[in-house]
């Protein structure tokens, strides 16, 4: 029993986290990790581990982003057990899948909380317009890593010391943006 501990442990990335409020009021940025998404329960037959990571940078208060660090590696993982296979999975269209569900389910709950919302920005104001969250995610796959975010959050690899930018803020001023 214990030699098969061993062995799943060896499987899975080592990873660490750390988190920092800033100058803000409250912390408003969520993480999620999910080593071994897919092999854990999955009902259809994913022959390798998918790694889940995701940052979640809240804007204007902390519901959208725990929102998305509770719901969005459970999105991921039922889009791709979705495509029956890991080789079958065509992580562009799937990540693309992922947010856009991950934004309707937000803005149907938001709609739903507001009555019962106990948040500091109060769901019931004309600011909560701008209430919402960026996110980055990173797949880890044996053979890829997938990263997609909206917003301005970021993800970057570092090997021997140097930084490999993994994504591209989306900024209101960006030429494709203003489409």
Request: proline letters at 3%; charged letters at 30%.
């Given at each position: 029993m214990n030699k098969k501990f061993v062995e799943d442990e060896k499987e899975r990335p080592k990873f660490g986290m750390a988190s920092g409020c800033g100058s803000r009021r409250d912390m408003e940025d969520a993480v999620s990790i999910h080593p071994s998404l897919c092999k854990q329960s999955s009902q259809v037959q994913i022959s390798s581990d998918i790694h889940f990571f995701g940052v979640f940078d809240g804007h204007g208060c902390t519901h959208v982003a725990m929102k998305c660090r509770d719901r969005f590696h459970e999105i991921v993982k039922k889009e791709v057990e979705a495509c029956g296979s890991l080789k079958a999975?065509?992580?562009?269209?799937?990540m693309e899948r992922s947010f856009e569900r991950m934004d309707e389910e937000v803005?149907?709950?938001?709609?739903?909380?507001?009555?019962?919302?106990?948040?500091?920005?109060?769901?019931?104001?004309?600011?909560?317009?701008?209430?919402?969250?960026?996110?980055?995610v990173a797949i880890i796959t044996p053979d890829n890593i997938i990263v997609a975010n909206c917003g301005d959050s970021r993800a970057v690899l570092c090997r021997n010391g140097a930084a490999f930018p993994l994504s591209d803020d989306h900024k209101p001023d960006r030429p494709d943006e203003l489409l």
């Open positions: 999975v065509e992580w562009k269209n799937t803005r149907e709950w938001t709609v739903n909380a507001k009555e019962s919302s106990t948040c500091r920005c109060e769901l019931r104001t004309p600011q909560c317009d701008a209430v919402g969250s960026t996110a980055v």
